[in-house]
């Protein structure tokens, strides 16, 4: 058994580009452990060369990454190169959870006295980091309407050094026109930096778009169960150099249990979006008629702002949407929550379970979400469809009942100020 992949990686499947075909697949080496279907758990912080002659080998340029556990072990690199696959990068690298591989990603780019332009619908840890970090190093940030397009070409300055897209963005669902962007970025020499999380490297080709840095939240639909966290971002061959260093540099390294899971996940990510899929439109075109309902938030759905985009540069949509509720009383607002029986309330989304999360009116600096009542945000699970619709339908049809005392509409806007 060895540490390193042997080079007879499971070739099986290679002939397709059936992406379920490929998922079963990629990644794999049973040759190389005995004829174990999966990849094991490798553990390890000391890597032994037999000789002299193979350390001097694993210190050189070209394979700068053998020769400690930090820079990962079998396990690693088959996630590692399953996703660089997936994504349609030239390579990538893991980080212990989302957020880190967001902003280590920005760091291995953006250098004191560089201006940087974030998207206004940016994850909103992300954008914090931004607020607070970026510019306590001398980083210029500015935040962007993420519907600009080719118009950020009016934002780019001499020294603007990266871009970063997300889309669609978190809690508002805005879909960017990302190949319109990264023209502008490239025409001026910017990198373009992307969170690709809620469309999965499946259901959104990021470099066929421009992106230079791809990034995945694994916790989200790749590890898929709701039990671990995990990140992985993923460079074409002009940003990977400095991704990788930009990584290393901090010590960012993943614990090969929870890549392991996420290994597991990628078997079954393919069946399970498409469950995620059909779930999310169908409950989100059963909200969008409820009157409860201001307005749903769900780029798939043809009446969305977003939709024309959706359509041509997404091969699919994720379980997650928004729901923006008309107006009503924090006291309708709980028992909504309270009649909920499959939907939990939570952080984090993209496991095999529905949730439904009370999202405060996010953090923006160019364009405002117009929206008078709660924010929720929907994750459709795997459960029945028929189900969850049932559930969420007759959770809303309570709290309107319990409105019907003739609350006046001012308490509703007073519990939004609060
Ligand atoms: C959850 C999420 C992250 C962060 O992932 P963690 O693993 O929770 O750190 C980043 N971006 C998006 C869009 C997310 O939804």
Known sequence: MSLTPAPTLDRCGETTDNIDTRLVHIGRNPDAFGGLVNVPVCRGSTVLASSLEQWEAGKLPDNPMASYGRFGTATTRAFETAMAELEGGHASIVFPSGLAACTHSILAIARPADHVLITDSAYGPTRQFASRVLTRMGIDVEFY??????????????????????????ITFEVQDVSAIADE?????????MDNTWASPLYFKPFEHGVDISIQAATKYIVGHSDALLGVATAN????????????DFGQTAGPDDINL??????????????HQYSGVALAQRLARHPAVARVLHPALPGDAGHALWQRDFHGASGLFGVALQPLTRAQLSV???????FGIGLSWGGY???????????????????????IRVHAGLEDPDDLAADFVSALDAASRAGSSARPQ????KAQEA
């Open 145 to 170: 309407d993420p519907l600009i397009g080719a118009g950020i070409s009016r934002l780019m300055r001499p020294n603007t050094r990266l871009v970063y897209v997300e889309s669609p963005g978190s």
């Open 336 to 342: 909504f929550f309270a009649s909920l029986r499959l």
């Open 353 to 375: 379970e529905s949730l439904a999360l009370p999202v405060d009116p996010p953090v923006r600096s160019v364009r405002r979400l117009a929206c008078d009542g709660p924010l």
């Open 262 to 275: 996420a290994l597991r996940g990628l078997r079954t990510l393919s069946v399970r979006l498409r469950q």
């Open 185 to 193: 970025a490239h025409r001026r020499g910017a990198f373009v930096v």
């Open 237 to 248: 061959r002009r940003a990977w150099d400095l991704l990788r260093e930009g990584a290393h």
């Open 410 to 413: 001012r308490e509703a806007v």
